[in-house]
């Protein structure tokens, strides 16, 4: 249901845009986001957008990374630049249809009711 493209091969300091698609019955997402897994790490939080237009980013990307959001047409975009080597992940977009009561909780990946593929991110030195 979601479709996530534009992952891909940079030298360091490159750019790329991921966008991620909702497709199938019009979804209304409480918030959209993108987590990332690198090799033997754990899915991390990269950074997430709610309703509002509010957003929020892990520090190791703020102010590399924007994200944004077109409710309209239920996709969500991570724009990436200067990017390092250690940005190398498969990137995955998530959305969550619930309220979360406390923002801590939006780190965590079960919070979310819908996953993407993952695209890969490769950052060559």
């Known amino acids: 249901q979601l479709q996530a493209s534009g992952g891909g091969l940079v030298k360091a300091g490159g750019s790329l845009r991921l966008s991620c698609t909702a497709s199938?019955?019009?979804?209304?997402?409480?918030?959209m986001a993108w987590f990332r897994q690198a090799p033997e790490k754990e899915r991390e939080l990269v950074a997430h957008?709610?309703?509002?237009?509010?957003?929020t980013y892990a520090d190791s990307v703020q102010g590399r990374f924007t994200i944004s959001r077109d409710s309209a047409k239920n996709t969500v975009y991570l724009r990436m630049n200067s990017l390092k080597p250690e940005d190398t992940a498969v990137y995955f977009c998530?959305?969550?249809?619930?309220?979360?009561?406390?923002?801590?909780?939006?780190?965590?990946?079960?919070?979310?009711?819908?996953w993407g593929q993952g695209t890969q991110v490769t950052v060559s030195s």
């Open positions: 199938g019955s019009p979804f209304r997402f409480d918030a």
């Open positions: 957008i709610d309703s509002g237009g509010i957003t």
């Open positions: 998530a959305a969550r249809s619930r309220y979360l009561p406390s923002a801590p909780l939006r780190y965590l990946p079960s919070m979310y009711n819908y």
